[in-house]
């Protein structure tokens, strides 16, 4: 076999056999074949297209790269939550301890930010002391009694899938569905979960810039999941706006405890209670109704906020964060972006705002970049809200007055302003294999 003849074919939009995907898959994971040929197969694949059944061997072949994790020793139906990237986007911290508070075994690997989204692990190490790194026997004996662990994905993962983002990334093959269903659910299919629930988002802050389009790249996950023994569900979401008010991490952390305190902002507390309602229907085999009703009782009796407590005391951090966030720190600069005029916010570009916090040091430019945990942006306004001139529509903090430069002017592009107050719009858009 040689790859050659595998790039012409993909290249000339012809289908693969699933020999041809895995000696690709094969060859690339161990060496064999240099980043410059699978740069070109990618390149061909990304203006052709793979099949679906071709998007099956090759997420299968990916997941085959490296260990495929064993949680048998936790007990209960787990149920893994994974979004597909967003601005603002703190729903596992609220949705996991939310689920685990109600009985779900909340056993999760998750990923750092890259580009204008942000990851989960980086917003946990906010907090002080806090370990995203456990051994396998940690990991499953803090499941079992606590009810909730969450750390940093697996290096032995899915091998194949951090080589291929990594190419992805840097030449400009990202948004296509075969290539990003591959990615994720081959890492899915290997964290050892019983049940996958995903956040697939669509809009000017998603990787999907339509609602068709992020339905079919949910239906396409959703039935490779179940095809391999994976109870499997995806939610289609809104990502024209940032979630909530805060885009930054020790930010959304703040955030999030307020959503467990039941004060958060009516959309991320929205999201999160569904998420974690459909994590409890799936796990312990109740209507979804019942999982949102159960979802929102623990955060009303004050469960939801007890087990973060507990989560994040066992993995090593600060539990006093839950009443004092300001112990994580501060950014030492502030800069206000205010309204240039009177009436509605119309639009928030949350790429923008995505892009600005970014700027500020709370997101990386590349894998490997240091970050700044307590810079970020704050919305003080969000879309329908009336303004007048000089009020104030977002704060931007740093600590250097030149990225805050940077990221105020993005701000400030980032915010419409009409006479008319906008119609508003629905967050959650579609449920696929519920």
Not at 178 to 207: E, H, Q, R
Request: overall charge negative; aromatic content about 4%.
């Amino acid at each position: 076999m040689d790859i050659l003849d595998i790039i012409r074919k993909k290249r000339d939009g012809e289908e693969l056999s699933a020999e041809e995907i895995k000696f690709l898959i094969k060859g690339y994971s161990e060496g064999t074949i240099p980043d410059y040929q699978m740069a070109a197969f990618l390149m061909a694949v990304f203006f052709r297209k793979l099949s679906v059944e071709e998007t099956v061997v090759l997420t299968e072949a990916m997941r085959d790269s490296g260990e495929i994790a064993d949680l048998s020793d936790v007990k209960g139906f787990k149920v893994d939550k994974h979004s597909t990237g967003g601005v603002g986007d703190k729903t596992t911290l609220i949705a996991a301890p939310v689920a685990s508070a109600c009985g779900v075994p909340v056993a999760k690997m998750s990923g750092r930010g890259l580009g204008f989204t942000g990851g989960t692990v980086d917003k946990l190490e906010a907090i002080p002391g806090f370990r995203i790194s456990l051994s396998r026997e940690d990991f499953a004996n803090q499941v079992n009694t606590a009810g909730i662990a969450v750390i940093g994905q697996s290096e032995k993962i899915a091998i194949a899938d951090k080589k291929i983002y990594a190419l992805r990334d840097v030449t400009g093959t990202v948004e296509n569905t075969g290539l990003i269903t591959s990615s994720i659910m081959s890492k899915k299919l290997a964290s050892g979960s019983d049940g996958i629930l995903l956040d697939v988002k669509w809009g000017k802050g998603a990787f999907m810039k339509t609602e068709e389009e992020a339905a079919e790249l949910a239906q396409w996950m959703v039935d490779i999941g179940n095809k391999a023994g994976k109870k499997t569900m995806a939610v289609i979401t809104d990502m024209n706006q940032p979630l909530g008010k805060a885009v930054g991490n020790s930010l959304e952390v703040a955030e999030a405890i307020e959503v467990l305190k039941g004060k958060g902002p009516e959309d991320i507390t929205e999201l999160s209670v569904f998420l974690a309602g459909m994590m409890i229907s799936m796990s312990l085999n109740v209507s979804s109704e019942e999982g949102i009703s159960r979802a929102k009782n623990a955060i009303q009796r004050g469960s939801a906020l007890e087990k973060f407590r507990e989560f994040v005391r066992m993995q090593g951090g600060n539990p006093e964060v839950a009443d004092n966030p300001e112990l994580m720190g501060k950014a030492m600069l502030c800069r206000n972006i205010t309204a240039d005029s009177d009436g509605y916010v119309s639009e928030i570009d949350a790429m923008k705002i995505g892009i600005a916090s970014r700027h500020t040091g709370a997101g990386r430019e590349k894998k490997g970049d240091s970050i700044n945990l307590n810079a970020g942006v704050l919305l003080e306004k969000k879309r329908t809200d009336m303004v007048k001139k000089g009020d104030v529509l977002c704060r931007v903090y740093g600590d250097s007055e030149e990225k805050l430069e940077a990221a105020a002017s993005i701000c400030a592009e980032a915010f419409e302003i009409e006479k008319e107050k906008p119609c508003e719009r629905q967050l959650i858009k579609d449920i696929i294999g519920r």
